[in-house]
């Protein structure tokens, strides 16, 4: 049975108690330093940015991030409160400083204008049609005017073995949140949530499906209520 929790959003791993076994689990199964490396090179980052990690989770890519570049300030946030532990204790064990935030999946807690990167890393797959939209248009609130969101996330599957492969992640994390992933329709989402300009930098074949990468900027006026 799930849990209000899991009603609220899709842990790691989809079920709570399997949280604690996310990064074994990935660390045997997906290659997250190329990944990590294709997200990191993407995003430009220079000294004195102030960047957010969206869905940090057990905080392996923030803490890349921070050894790759230590001297821009990051947060990672987070819904999951299980998560964010495993994360603090890795943060102290590599030595690095960044802040962990929990949020409420709705509303982010910072002001218009905020950050000059977002970087969001196995994110959008976890979240249904709607709330990617609201997602996106709050990421796109709180980045400044010249800033950009850059995102790995599953994608369109290179070939029919990386669409096979992908179903273990269909039957795990769901069909509905997955959908626009694996019809390679997330460059639609980010311009239906008001971003201008899409590019893909990247893509990884993994041993679960195809994994790409999109830098995203600028901003147009969008319906509010669309
Ligand atoms: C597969 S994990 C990826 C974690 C981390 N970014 C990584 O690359 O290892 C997905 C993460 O998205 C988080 N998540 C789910 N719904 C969310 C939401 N509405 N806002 C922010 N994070 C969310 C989960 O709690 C989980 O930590």
Redesign the pocket.
């Known amino acids: 049975m799930r849990t209000a929790t899991e009603n609220r959003?899709?842990?790691?791993?989809r079920f709570r108690w399997l949280?604690r076994w996310?990064?074994s689990l990935?660390a045997w199964i997906f290659p997250?330093s190329d990944?990590?490396h294709a997200l990191i090179e993407s995003a430009n980052i220079r000294p004195g940015q102030f960047i957010l990690?969206?869905?940090?989770?057990?905080?392996?890519?923030?803490i890349r991030l921070k050894q790759r570049h230590p001297l821009p300030e990051l947060v990672g946030?987070?819904?999951?409160p299980d998560?964010l532990k495993i994360a603090q204790q890795k943060i102290e064990k590599a030595g690095v400083y960044l802040e962990l935030v929990e949020?409420d999946?709705e509303q982010l807690p910072y002001p218009d204008n905020t950050f000059d990167r977002v970087v969001?890393?196995?994110?959008l797959?976890?979240?249904n049609p709607m709330?990617k939209r609201r997602?996106l248009r709050e990421l796109r609130r709180v980045l400044k005017e010249n800033g950009s969101l850059h995102v790995?996330d599953w994608g369109k599957p290179s070939n029919y073995m990386m669409r096979l492969a992908f179903y273990f992640v269909q039957l795990l994390?769901g069909f509905k949140t997955t959908k626009e992933n694996v019809q390679g329709l997330l460059p639609k989402v980010f311009h239906e949530s008001g971003f201008a300009m899409v590019t893909e930098s990247g893509k990884v074949d993994t041993a679960l499906g195809t994994m790409r990468i999109y830098s995203v900027f600028g901003t147009k006026s969008i319906d509010v209520h669309g």
């Open positions: 959003y899709i842990p790691a791993l949280t996310y990064d990935m997250e990944v990590h990690d969206f869905g940090t989770g057990t905080a392996s890519f923030a946030l987070d819904v999951d998560a949020y999946g969001t890393c196995l994110v797959h976890h979240l709330q997602s790995a994390d």
